[in-house]
């Protein structure tokens, strides 16, 4: 199996039946700073299996903003126990 990283994806076409989304790769120009995006490949699946694709990203999505959520909750708590450290050692 092929496995290709996409740092985003170029367009999008529907016809006969397929999906073509193009991925797209960030590249260096010439082994410069400067990046270029260009294309890495096309993703082909049938016209159905979009929804489900769509769903899945939508779901992973959601799952990564619940443990940003988290995170920064985790964080803030952290923070205040800290704070709470601080204001008790200056007593």
Excluded: C, W, Y
């Amino acid at each position: 199996m092929t496995e290709i990283f996409a740092d985003g994806t170029g367009s999008i076409i529907v016809s006969n039946g397929v999906v073509r989304i193009e991925l797209m790769q960030l590249r260096r120009k010439n082994e410069k700073a400067e990046l270029s995006s260009q294309s890495a490949g096309t993703l082909l699946m049938p016209v159905g299996s979009l929804k489900n694709l769509t769903l899945q990203l939508a779901k992973a999505l959601e799952q990564l903003q619940e443990r940003q959520s988290e995170k920064a909750r985790h964080d803030n708590e952290t923070k205040k126990g800290d704070e709470l450290d601080d204001a008790l050692s200056n007593l």
